[in-house]
């Protein structure tokens, strides 16, 4: 099978580089739509600074005695857990509806 992998750049800003492996194809079931299956970590919070900004992001939450613990629990509204992902949770957009938005 060709093209297994995929780059994809989010937030040309904060150059948030994602790396997509295709694993297998599985037989096709009616579904209205894409979905997500499987996946890893809980999606940074928007805006975060990048990569780098984030490894910060995670060692000032992790440390309650870290001068800016207080602020940044208030930035993110309360708890945050970056090992935590559910499928359930990730939302993919109408490519028809984007479609129509875009071209009208």
Request: net charge negative.
């Amino acid at each position: 099978m060709e093209n297994r992998t995929a780059h994809y750049m989010y937030d040309f800003g904060d150059s948030w580089m994602h790396h997509i492996r295709l694993e297998k194809i599985l037989p096709r079931d009616p579904v209205d739509y894409l979905m997500c299956i499987d996946g890893k970590r809980a999606c940074p919070p928007k805006d975060c600074g990048g990569v780098w900004r984030y490894e910060d992001f995670l060692e000032i939450i992790s440390d309650p005695n870290h001068e800016e613990h207080e602020d940044m629990q208030e930035w993110i509204g309360g708890e945050f857990d970056p090992e935590h992902f559910d499928a359930k949770e990730v939302v993919f957009d109408d490519p028809a509806k984007r479609r129509r938005m875009i071209f009208g």
